[in-house]
């Protein structure tokens, strides 16, 4: 028997607000259209932490290289992290890759249908899951999001601070899921928030829960969800190494694969912590060091990184000092490397300085739009 009662008739309010003014997305399936299960899956992915305006051009470019989960299972790990490169949060590409060889290995290259077993996959934490589970195969999960969370806690007017509002939000969020069109359901809350409800100044003139907003209706919409305030940020610091030969290359290390940045490729550097102590000895090779002037800045989720370059012309019959995994790479192939945005930083700082006939590398990405914040699927 469907459920009736004051949630049915606002889904079916937002759902007519969806079919009126869902944005147009390259991973979304349009009118008779059936959902794709990777492209919903890839798309889940990518948002994690990140804009839809940033991955837009990434989403485009994997289902390019990559039309399929068994294409992308086949590919190297490394083509995977060049076309994450600039992305952030990399071992959301590390368990993309890892996920789609179980997805082929455990599943015959057919995406689970259920939460549970969604749940199973790497990289896909209780947030994903619920969103596949609902907009590919219409099983009736509530995806809560930050964007959700902060639609149900102004509908409300829950005032507990967040994370304590979770459980009370997810309940309230899964009562208000239909039988049916659970998916489309599932991508309207992600558009009210991203669009009206937003963090500041929401749009409640034109919002169709108006009527249903307590926190509207307390005058509380623009103050909500409160939040539990944040320990302050840690600050970091390390050496990197620019080593450069005569004919042009720089030298590269890739990361170890478990840990922050795993897999990616980097300007060798010292260990980051408080303070920098021998650098020297951290060095990849023995060589008369210059230190740069600046510094190049980065903030991770948990803590804030400066970086002082040294650079040093490498000399001939040089050995290196550590058995790390390193490369040679030329100047104008750097655009194409896995390097994380922090190591792209540390690029663009050294060239700015050493002016070269080579093309520069390309602007980092400035992420902009509404954030999709989905800690539960960080790894």
């Not at 926190?215 to 450069?244: C, D, H, N």
């Not at 023995?286 to 490498?314: D, P, R």
């Amino acid at each position: 028997m469907a459920r009736k009662g004051p949630e049915t008739n606002a889904s079916s309010q937002l759902l007519a607000w969806y079919d009126a003014h869902a944005r147009v997305l390259p991973w979304r399936a349009r009118g008779a259209e059936v959902a794709d299960p990777y492209r919903v899956w890839l798309s889940e992915i990518m948002l994690q932490q990140t804009t839809v305006q940033a991955v837009k051009a990434y989403f485009e470019k994997f289902v390019a290289l990559w039309p399929t989960v068994q294409a992308l299972a086949a590919a190297p790990l490394d083509d995977v992290l060049k076309a994450w490169a600039g992305l952030g949060y990399y071992a959301r590409a590390r368990n993309l890759h890892a996920c789609a060889k179980e997805v082929v290995a455990r599943f015959g290259g057919r995406f689970p249908s259920t939460e549970e077993e969604l749940r199973s996959l790497p990289g896909i934490g209780p947030y994903t899951a619920a969103a596949i589970a609902a907009i590919a195969f219409g099983g009736r999960h509530a995806a809560v999001d930050g964007n959700v969370e902060r639609v149900i806690s102004r509908i409300y007017a829950i005032e507990t601070p967040l994370p304590g509002s979770k459980p009370d939000i997810r309940a309230r969020a899964q009562a208000l899921v239909p039988e049916r069109r659970a998916g489309d359901f599932a991508q309207a809350m992600m558009d009210l928030g991203a669009t009206i409800c937003t963090p500041r100044d929401p749009n409640c003139l034109i919002c169709p829960w108006a009527e249903h907003c307590r926190g509207r209706i307390a005058g509380l919409a623009s103050s909500l969800p409160r939040k539990t305030p944040k320990k302050a940020v840690p600050t970091r610091r390390g050496v990197a190494f620019w080593i450069e030969r005569k004919d042009g290359a720089v030298l590269l290390r890739r990361r170890p694969e478990k840990g922050l940045l795993g897999g990616m490729m980097e300007v060798p550097s010292t260990d980051w912590g408080v303070r920098v102590s021998g650098a020297e000895a951290q060095a990849p090779l023995g060589a008369e060091w210059n230190k740069m002037k600046g510094m190049v800045e980065h903030t991770f989720t948990h803590f804030h990184l400066e970086l002082t370059v040294w650079k040093a012309e490498a000399i001939s019959g040089g050995v290196l000092r550590d058995g790390g995994d390193y490369r040679w790479t030329k100047r104008e192939e750097l655009a194409g490397a896995a390097l994380p945005t922090v190591m792209r930083k540390v690029v663009a700082h050294v060239l700015r300085e050493m002016p070269s006939p080579t093309p520069p590398v390309p602007p980092l990405l400035q992420p902009t739009g509404t954030l999709h914040f989905r800690r539960d699927d960080q790894g």
